[in-house]
């Protein structure tokens, strides 16, 4: 079974900060995935990687398939990117589901 | 945008009695996800579909049974719903070649009195 582990937990920026999630896995997977969730809100996929790096808008997304990690970055933050991103990877052919970490509880204070 | 609809949006249920909670989608996905989003644990895979009348088990299946009559359908049923249950139902469906890989659905909020 896949072990996804995200850091930090909590984190809390002013608007304009350049801003980090981190995540690793322990096993090689097919792909990995970010996903946002807002405050009471649904869950949006953000990004499917499963080599080097997307963008979309002031997202960032990379990944090192060698060390089993991948970043997500916000460039510029805004008080609407508060949100708990999610990092998820796929195993195989990505049938049986994801597997997820326990997000990372995002605040942009103005 | 490949559509997918959870019902009922909210419930509220009594310890023991059955409940079913419906997913549908509007395109011919072929495979569809039941999860549970619970604080401290994240979200977990319950049962998952791979076609019509296709379906299997996940991570934390106990107590819950899945039927796929239609491809558009993916039901979830509790079949005597205890305290525990009370959670956050999300089904997803997954989109091959859109780039994002899984579309989920608003999700089911339930509570088990």
């Known amino acids: 079974k896949n072990e996804v582990e995200q850091s930090p937990q909590n984190l809390t920026a002013q608007e304009g900060e350049f801003i980090t999630i981190n995540c690793s896995y322990s096993?090689?997977?097919?792909?990995l995935h970010w996903l946002q969730q807002h405050p009471g809100g649904g869950i949006v996929s953000l990004f499917m990687?499963?080599?080097g790096k997307k963008k979309h808008g002031r997202l960032i997304a990379t990944i090192n398939i060698q060390e089993k990690h991948s970043s997500l970055h916000i460039t510029a933050s805004h008080p609407r990117d508060s949100a708990v991103y999610i990092c998820?990877?796929?195993?195989?052919?990505?049938?049986?589901?994801?597997?997820f970490g326990k997000g990372t509880h995002l605040i942009i204070q103005p | 945008d490949a559509g997918i609809t959870q019902s009922p949006r909210h419930k509220v249920t009594e310890t023991g009695t059955p409940v079913t909670l419906r997913c549908h989608q509007t395109?011919?996905?072929?495979?569809m996800y039941w999860y549970r989003q619970d604080p401290g644990h994240g979200l977990r895979l319950i049962h998952y579909?791979?076609?019509?009348?296709?379906?299997d088990k996940g991570e934390v299946s106990d107590g819950y049974s899945v039927s796929r009559s239609k491809t558009e359908d993916f039901l979830l049923t509790l079949e005597s719903a205890t305290s525990s249950q009370t959670s956050v139902y999300f089904c997803?469906?997954?989109?091959?070649?859109?780039?994002?890989?899984?579309?989920f659905g608003s999700g089911t909020r339930l509570t088990v009195v």
């Open positions: 997803a469906i997954s989109v091959k070649g859109t780039g994002v890989g899984y579309t």
């Open positions: 096993v090689g997977i097919s792909a």
């Open positions: 990687l499963s080599s």
């Open positions: 998820a990877v796929t195993n195989g052919g990505g049938a049986d589901g994801l597997t």
């Open positions: 395109e011919n996905h072929r495979y």
């Open positions: 579909s791979y076609g019509v009348k296709d379906t």
